[in-house]
């Protein structure tokens, strides 16, 4: 009841029936209360997302995987200190961590999100020790900019690795398959037929016991299949053929050798009988190959051994001698159904005449002839490779004694080594498919790790801010790789990093085609369609992500920018801590609260938000961009350079960052320091118009005009809408009392639609054209 219970709770679990599977593992764990049903409740409920459940059930409990179930549900409901102590008890600090690889893993996240990082970046690296293909621990090294080369993580020690474990996992396949054969052979012993007599019983047994002496890989020893002795009491000479084979370590798949006897001509082998027939010899004649199992081994054992074991010699080997000649068409030799070649004299000698007396007794009320045919009968219809041997086995049916002397005719030089050719071909071949089989696991290692290279580099770059160098290893990838989601979303982010949103859309937008029902990505998404002013595209998209998942955070960011966008700056912040309230961890949604508290001038809860996205990602400089800027606006110059700086550590190609920590310095009055820091951002992206905007006010403060109008001229070029760049130079111009050519930049400046405030400020510059500086800020 136990096991079709577990059966049918598994079957459950397999086709997503989370309900059915509750239910019936609640009935198992009545019936058979243990820790070990319990850790399948458990499973049920983690899996329809029900871990309090799973929590109650497993507080308390000893097992490995009780822990590990434990500390999963911890960690879903926030328990992280629980979790932990689950995976490493205080009270056994030498425990090992359950469940390996993803035990590790799972620990490192307990210990990132309780910020000891260094702590999670060990046990990433455990994890990723243990399993190679464990991506997710490689991820998150990557968000925390640890990550070794994808070259080194996943090399030769990785595909080693994986060999090594594949080869352990499918080591268990022989034994199942030997477990397999030892029940069916089970199967077939309890299936005797009635008439079977107190003699075959006995027979049968004894082969019973021998059967499971087999290896698990089908191989049978020649000499447990004629070395039974016969139950009339009369001992045959044949004690050496108990000596096990050599090839019994073969592997069962090996296919044996055609069962048909080598035929010779009368009188071609009259020397073979005084071959050496040395017990040595007689041993190495009867050595044969391992066979598969087709059939029951104790049927098969019960005939050959009334047709070898009662006889003394091998019945094959008399009538190799006294069958007559056969046309052997191939020209090649066959091996007798031993795999051994055998050589005889046609005739009887006199000395075989004379060992008459030890004969075979033939059963009371049946004859041999009869109880032949239906056994050979049998092995017919079952095992084909006897089939010639069965065939001419019929022809000589009335052969009821058989002289055991017989086995002395045997040829060591015809007999053995033929039979140790064919073995050494046989296990050569079973070596040559063993290492066929571990080239493809090899082969197939080193594709899936050759991928990883590619793909775990680009990912690496990208979390370091090397977003150049990120793009042309993901452009690496062959083309049905890079045209999935994950890959174009990676370079989507990428491109928006570099501030080229127009790249970043047509990106994320061969993603959203790739996989519609994918949300990786979509909240950088819908912030490019933001600064792109797409609002059609960006309502479109919150919209579609609503629908597919309401209950994705991913959904409700985009719902948030589109709002922000309409400048309804409450309605975002509600849609962005929706997001925060589906997923406490998400990092990206704490930020965009604090923009729109930025944005409604409530700069305490900004500050708040942005510390909160740090507490769970401290490489998100976002965050640290967000609170520089505060204290920017509040003009604590000295905090908002510390921030600055902590966004440029993390991400040191950005140009917008080093704009703004110039202009930290520069109202720090380290004018030296802010030019230079300029440069670097000009020189960053040279389309970003913000640094030389910047570079030109620093060049004005130190009434460098001419320097300040060069630097404008240039910005011109690249931002010739920009009404900022014209109102500055007709300021300029007007410093220098060129009154002419400063009225027609504010004009040009006006023209362009700039904001309501800067409107203001253009005209009030305008009718206090020729009012002195000095005197303008009396004014």
């Not at 983690?46 to 434990?70: C, V």
């Not at 084909?384 to 022809?395: E, G, K, P, Q, S």
């Given at each position: ?393 019929n022809h000589n049916l009335g052969f009821s004694v058989v002289d055991d002397s017989r086995l002395n005719t045997v040829s060591t030089t015809s007999g053995s080594f033929p039979s140790l050719d064919t073995r050494s071909c046989e296990h050569d071949g079973s070596m040559s498919r063993a290492s066929t089989s ?342």
């Amino acid at each position: 009841m136990e096991g079709v219970l577990i059966e049918c709770v598994q079957n459950s679990l397999r086709h997503l029936l989370y309900r059915n599977a509750i239910f019936i593992c609640e009935r198992l764990c009545s019936e058979f209360p243990s820790e070990t049903n319990l850790q399948l409740l458990a499973a049920c409920y983690l899996q329809s997302n029900q871990a309090y459940s799973a929590y109650h059930i497993l507080k308390g409990t000893q097992m490995p995987q009780s822990r590990y179930l434990f500390a999963i549900s911890c960690y879903q409901m926030d328990l992280l200190n629980e979790a932990e102590m689950a995976l490493c008890p205080s009270n056994e600090p030498m425990a090992e961590v359950p469940n390996g690889a993803a035990g590790h893993y799972l620990l490192g996240l307990i210990y990132r999100y309780t910020d000891r990082l260094k702590s999670a970046a060990q046990q990433f690296n455990q994890a990723l020790s243990l399993d190679p293909l464990l991506w997710a621990a490689y991820e998150e090294l990557c968000r925390l900019g640890t990550a070794g080369e994808a070259t080194t993580v996943f090399g030769e020690s990785a595909s080693e690795c994986i060999q090594k474990q594949y080869m352990s996992h499918h080591d268990a396949g022989p034994q199942l398959q030997a477990s397999s054969d030892d029940h069916i052979a089970v199967s077939g012993r309890q299936q005797m037929p009635e008439n079977v007599s107190t003699r075959q019983l006995r027979h049968l047994n004894a082969n019973n016991i021998k059967d499971n002496s087999l290896n698990h890989n089908g191989a049978v020893f020649s000499g447990s299949t004629t070395a039974s002795q016969p139950s009339n009491g009369v001992h045959s000479n044949i004690s050496f053929y108990n000596t096990p084979s050599p090839m019994a370590t073969q592997l069962s798949g090996v296919a044996p050798p055609p069962l048909c006897r080598n035929v010779i001509p009368n009188g071609q082998l009259s020397s073979s009988v005084s071959a050496d027939v040395s017990p040595r010899s007689t041993v190495k004649s009867t050595l044969q190959p391992p066979r598969r199992k087709f059939v029951d081994e104790g049927k098969l054992r019960k005939i050959s051994g009334r047709l070898f074991s009662d006889s003394g010699p091998r019945r094959s080997t008399r009538l190799a001698g006294e069958g007559g000649p056969v046309t052997n068409t191939s020209g090649v030799p066959v091996t007798a159904g031993n795999g051994t070649n055998h050589s005889s004299k046609n005739h009887t000698s006199s000395k075989l005449g004379s060992a008459a007396s030890r004969s075979v007794t033939v059963r009371k009320g049946q004859s041999l002839s009869t109880e032949t045919v239906n056994e050979g009968q049998f092995c017919f219809f079952v095992v084909n490779h006897i089939i010639c041997f069965l065939t001419r086995l019929n022809h000589n049916l009335g052969f009821s004694v058989v002289d055991d002397s017989r086995l002395n005719t045997v040829s060591t030089t015809s007999g053995s080594f033929p039979s140790l050719d064919t073995r050494s071909c046989e296990h050569d071949g079973s070596m040559s498919r063993a290492s066929t089989s571990v080239s493809k696991v090899a082969n197939g290692a080193l594709e899936v790790l050759s991928l990883l290279k590619i793909l775990g580099e680009g990912y690496r770059l990208s979390c370091l801010y090397r977003c150049k160098d990120a793009l042309d290893v993901f452009l690496q990838l062959p083309l049905k790789h890079y045209n999935t989601s994950w890959v174009l979303s990676q370079v989507g982010k990428a491109h928006f990093e570099l501030v080229d949103y127009i790249e970043s859309e047509r990106a994320f937008r061969g993603a959203r085609l790739a996989s519609p029902y994918s949300l990786e990505g979509m909240d950088i998404y819908s912030t490019v369609l933001y600064h792109l002013k797409e609002d059609m595209k960006l309502s479109y998209l919150a919209q579609e992500l609503i629908s597919t998942d309401r209950l994705a955070p991913q959904s409700w960011c985009a719902m948030g920018n589109c709002y922000s966008m309409q400048k309804d700056h409450e309605t975002a912040l509600k849609n962005f801590q929706r997001a925060v309230q589906l997923n406490s961890r998400f990092t990206y949604a704490h930020t965009l609260c604090g923009h729109e508290y930025v944005a409604l001038e409530d700069y305490e809860n900004g500050i708040k938000s942005y510390q909160n996205a740090l507490q769970i990602d401290a490489r998100h400089y976002n965050a640290w961009y967000g609170l520089a800027m505060i204290y920017l606006r509040q003009e604590k110059y000295e905090f908002s350079e510390h921030h600055f700086r902590k966004a440029l550590n993390i991400n040191p190609c950005s140009s917008v960052i080093m704009s703004y920590l110039g202009t930290s310095l520069h109202a720090l009055k380290r004018n030296e320091e802010a030019l230079a820091v300029m440069e670097k951002a000009i020189i960053a992206d040279k389309k970003n118009p913000l640094p030389m905007y910047q570079k030109a006010n620093i060049l004005v403060s130190l009434e460098d005009f001419d320097g300040a109008l060069a630097v404008l001229e240039e910005l011109k070029e690249y931002a010739p809408r920009e009404s900022s760049v014209y109102a500055l130079m007709g300021k300029i111009y007007k410093r220098r009392l060129m009154y002419d050519k400063a009225m027609l930049h504010f004009g040009l400046a006006l023209d362009l639609k700039p904001s309501a405030t800067d409107v203001a400020t253009i005209k009030a510059a305008m009718e206090k054209l020729h009012v002195p500086d000095e005197l303008e800020d009396s004014i």
